[in-house]
T-cell receptor, first 115, second 114 residues
Framework: GAVVSQHPSRVICKSGTSVKIECRSL??????MFWYRQFPKKSLMLMAT?????????EQGVEKDKFLINHASLTLSTLTVTSAHPEDSSFYIC???????????FGPGTRLLVL | TQLLEQSPQFLSIQEGENLTVYCNSS?????LQWYRQEPGEGPVLLVT?????EVKKLKRLTFQFGDARKDSSLHITAAQPGDTGLYLC??????????????FGKGTLLTVNP
């Protein structure tokens, strides 16, 4: 159990376009989902915490208007990178937490390349 | 900001050797989680420890949570090439609702050579 999926797994887009990444908890309801960014051979950097039905909480230095997060249901959160630029190229990973539990379960990640 | 110091950052060993990875902090965590990540994939949970002094074993991997819940270690016995990967420790602090977060260590990139 505790499977989290992400879609797409890879995306290449032109500079200036927007890209939406979906994160789904497949076999449990996730009260909280998290979005991370990871650079090659580095650790995970938390971008924002998303609670179902409420606004996301962004970490310091993360632009809310650039990284739009929507958590419309207990099994789906989306991250939209608006007006993407080459410096937004990265590995984006989501995780989901079942309410009351300590553990986060991670998705397989989405590789974004902005040309 | 809660800092979680993970060491060593890089480790290259021969098959059959033992190794230990450490995570230390000045903060108390309600839980400590260890993940293993392969290139191009998401982190996979290895273990969650929640009780001070807790020891958990997963085949050749032994995880320990410090008595004060500020530090943890991962010990691998007789490492194999399949153990190669990025090992991440993460401390959880639950303040309720949206305040729950995982603080990640910088990771240990382990290479086990045949």
């Amino acid at each position: 159990g505790a499977v989290v999926s992400q879609h797409p797994s890879r995306v290449i887009c032109k500079s200036g376009t927007s890209v939406k990444i979906e994160c789904r908890s497949l076999d449990f309801q996730a009260t909280t989902m998290f979005w991370y960014r990871q650079f090659p051979k580095k650790s995970l950097m938390l971008m924002a915490t998303s609670n179902e039905g409420s606004k996301a909480t962004y970490e310091q230095g993360v632009e809310k208007d650039k990284f739009l997060i929507n958590h419309a249901s207990l099994t789906l959160s989306t991250l939209t990178v608006t007006s993407a630029h080459p410096e937004d190229s990265s590995f984006y990973i989501c995780s989901a937490r079942l309410g009351g539990r300590e553990t986060q379960y991670f998705g397989p990640g989405t590789r974004l390349l902005v040309l | 900001t809660q800092l979680l110091e993970q060491s060593p950052q890089f480790l290259s060993i021969q098959e059959g050797e033992n190794l230990t990875v450490y995570c230390n902090s000045s903060s108390v965590f309600s839980s400590l989680q260890w993940y293993r990540q392969e290139p191009g994939e998401g982190p996979v949970l290895l273990v969650t420890v929640v009780t001070g002094g807790e020891v958990k074993k997963l085949k050749r991997l032994t995880f320990q949570f410090g008595d004060a819940r500020k530090d943890s270690s991962l010990h691998i016995t007789a490492a194999q090439p399949g153990d190669t990967g990025l090992y991440l420790c993460a401390g959880g602090k639950n303040s309720g609702g949206s305040n729950y977060k995982l603080t990640f260590g910088k990771g240990t990139l382990l290479t086990v050579n045949p």
